[in-house]
């Protein structure tokens, strides 16, 4: 049985002061949420002291992504074993956003992906293509790229426990979102892809999310997927009430 995973995503907004108070309704709102795995993923800024409201909770926290080198001569870069001891748990790579706008690759994906493991953290790993290769007929050769990339060098042992997330880029804050039929489509694709690089048991285990304008109205539908684990939420996290709501519309559907 994979548990459902629920992430937000709270990009570049909110301040401590915010974060707190978000945190602090969310726990609230999800105290009794035990079947699903919840996440928020704030700001660097606001990541100790939101991991010191929610320690002993069942909300964990994330980073929205990390540097490759543990320490260095890397000015404005941030490290897993830094976001480590700031209290997050999981840390998403390979956004969309960071390929989109600072020019991120498969290999440097990669690298982060190794980065958080060695860290002892669970990598949020994202997939997923854009409107013009979705056009061109590219989707699969696009994710594919991404998972190999991804996941290379990987071992069995630590592949099972990555978290992917699918994002058809065209989806994210468009307000469009793929049918449930197409983003089991994809989610199913990146699977047997698992299995094939790995076997059924390591495939069985990865969870995968889906990333697209998610909300209360389609969160149960998309759930109700055979191979769709959970959510990587963006605007829709920025609000505790709609958080609040995809995660209870995904409970009971544990696969």
Known sequence: MRRPIIAGNWKLNKTIAESLEL??????????VEEVELVVCPPFTALAEVAEALFETNIQVGA???????????????????????????????????????????????????????????PIACVGENLTQREKGQTFAIIESHIKGAFDG??????????????????????KTATPQQAQEAHNFIRKLLAKLYNDDVAGSVRIQ????????????????ADIDGALVGGASLEAESFAAIVNNSRGVSK
């Open 154 to 175: 990987i071992s069995a042992e630590d592949a099972a426990g990555i978290v992917v997330a699918y994002e058809p880029v065209w989806a994210i804050g468009t307000g």
């Open 23 to 32: 945190v602090n309704n969310l726990k609230r709102q999800l105290l009794d």
């Open 210 to 225: 889906y990333g697209g304008s998610v909300k209360p109205a389609n969160a149960r539908e998309l759930m109700a997927q």
């Open 64 to 122: 929205q992504d990390c540097y490759w080198e543990d320490s260095g001569a890397f000015t404005g870069e941030v490290s897993a074993p830094m976001l480590k001891d700031a209290g997050a748990k999981f840390i998403i790579v390979g956004h969309s956003e960071r390929r989109q706008f600072f020019s991120e690759t498969d290999q440097t994906v990669n690298k982060k992906v190794k980065a958080v493991l060695k860290a002892g953290l669970t």
